[in-house]
């Protein structure tokens, strides 16, 4: 079974720049998560998405972050303008499901690092 | 809100020697609990998971890891270390209300030869 796919693995920008960041998810996972690792943290949420719809974007910086998954499979991350606290791993996630207490567990992809400079 | 501490940053062990990683969880209602590890160069791998049941859950590689409801902990052990164990390993919870991971900050695990 394939694991999520992120690409880039490495990208390093000047502040006020924009970036992409590109995720597939496990074929048949209905929800994906991105989120941000900043060194020495752990990884902390982002976005989730259910099929092509926001689960969940209260972390999400939206002056300057955005995300889309339009058809429900894969997804992208932009920031634009980029600032120098955005240095940090992207991760995406997916998931099977997640109706109720169901047995949720969440596989992950090798990040992004970006570096902004 | 959920959250997660761990209380050692860094731990350095010679191999064969026990070990033992706290995490404590904040959170009111029922929880799913995981250890991730991370090794080098490597991506976030589940070490293993607490849904309901037995609280003492097996993982890979020897891990073990217990739920104590009433002290909200979910500590990870393991026997023997080995080399191979050097790695980071991050305690993480989802709660009913939310089912993205909150996750801990991580303890740093060296394994000295």
């Known amino acids: 079974e394939a694991g999520v796919a992120q690409s880039p693995r490495y990208k390093i920008i000047e502040k006020r720049q924009s970036v992409a960041f590109w995720c597939n998810p496990i074929s048949g996972h209905a929800t994906l998560y991105w989120y941000q690792q900043i060194l020495g943290q752990g990884p902390k949420l982002l976005i989730q998405?259910?099929?092509?719809?926001?689960?969940?974007d209260s972390q999400l910086p939206k002056d300057r972050f955005s995300a889309e998954r339009l058809k429900g499979v894969d997804s992208t991350l932009k920031i634009q303008p980029a600032k120098l606290e955005d240095s940090a791993v992207y991760l995406c996630a997916s998931s099977l499901r997640t109706s109720g207490l169901a047995k949720n567990i969440q596989y992950f992809g090798a990040g992004t690092r970006l570096s902004v400079l | 809100a959920q959250s997660v501490s761990q209380h050692n940053h860094h731990v350095i062990l010679s191999e064969a020697a026990s070990l033992e990683l706290g995490c404590n969880y904040s959170?009111?209602?029922?929880?799913?609990l995981f250890w991730y590890v991370q090794y080098p160069g490597q991506h976030l791998q589940l070490l293993l998971k607490y849904f309901s049941g037995d609280p003492l859950v097996k993982g890979i590689k020897g891990f073990e890891a217990e739920f104590i409801k009433s002290k909200f902990s979910f500590n990870l052990r393991k026997p023997s270390v080995q080399w191979s164990d050097t790695a980071e390993y991050f305690c993480a919870v989802t709660g009913t209300g939310r089912r993205a991971l909150t996750f801990g900050s991580g303890t740093r695990l060296q394994v000295q030869p």
């Open positions: 998405f259910q099929n092509n719809g926001v689960v969940d």
């Open positions: 959170y009111g209602g029922t929880v799913n």
